[in-house]
């Protein structure tokens, strides 16, 4: 049983650059969820993807943006890269609620991306 | 906004021995669930252990076990009979009931010495 997926596990870019991540959710799971962990820090919500709409959101600008596609698989977008973008970026696939009745036991996170922005 | 606090951010712990990781954490909500993952170095989260709010009774998960105070908003995390295996980056989170967004502190560095 596939776990979740992401892509690449490392990059580098360069400030001003735009970056695509890539998740592929746990085999059964359809919602995906995106978080960034900053060096030191806990991972910060982003936003979720259910039935290829973003669902909610956390308190990220505009230039974070998703898209989660028939397969359920999801890319997270981030435009104009600043140095303070650099952290890992983890995914994680869940059941939406109200389905899932044992919340936690439902997500599954990946290992995630590193990405460095110089 | 709900917050999540861990106040130590190393602990070490002898092989073997018994430790204990705390958590505070701050809402007005009544129906939550609060947990702890653990982040080795391949980086991904694992969920240790999960304790529903409503649920008077402490969890437990084998070696793991939490002390949940709801009145003094407290999730702290035991583990005991330590592992090697145990040394990684713990981190608690909170969820408040059916908004699927997990809210997680900055965490606690485990070190377990043989």
């Known amino acids: 049983d596939a776990g979740v997926t992401q892509s690449p596990t490392h990059l580098i870019k360069t400030r001003g650059q735009q970056v695509t991540l890539r998740c592929s959710p746990k085999s059964g799971h359809d919602t995906v969820s995106w978080y960034q962990q900053a060096l030191g820090q806990g991972p910060q919500f982003i936003f979720q993807y259910y039935e290829e709409e973003e669902r909610q959101r956390g308190n990220f600008p505009d230039r974070f943006s998703g898209h989660q596609f028939p397969n359920y698989s999801s890319e997270l977008n981030v435009n104009a890269l600043l140095l303070g973008d650099s952290a890992l970026y983890l995914c994680?696939?869940?059941?939406?609620?109200?389905?899932?009745?044992?919340?936690?036991?439902?997500?599954?996170f990946g290992s995630g991306t590193r990405l460095t922005v110089v | 906004a709900q917050t999540v606090t861990q106040s130590q951010p190393e602990m070490s712990v002898q092989e073997a021995e018994t430790v204990t990781l705390s958590c505070t954490y701050d809402?007005?909500?009544?129906?939550?669930?609060l947990f702890w993952y653990k982040q080795p170095p391949s980086r991904q989260m694992i969920l240790v252990i999960r304790q529903e709010a409503y649920k008077q009774q402490n969890a437990t998960e084998n070696r793991f076990s939490v002390n949940f105070q709801k009145a003094a908003k407290s999730f702290s995390l035991k583990i005991s009979d330590s592992q090697l295996g145990d040394t990684a980056m713990y981190f608690c989170a909170f969820e408040e009931y059916n908004t699927d967004k997990l809210i997680f502190g900055t965490g606690t560095r485990l070190q377990v010495f043989p």
């Open positions: 994680a696939s869940s059941y939406p609620s109200p389905h899932s009745t044992a919340r936690g036991y439902g997500y599954t």
């Open positions: 809402t007005s909500e009544n129906n939550y669930y």
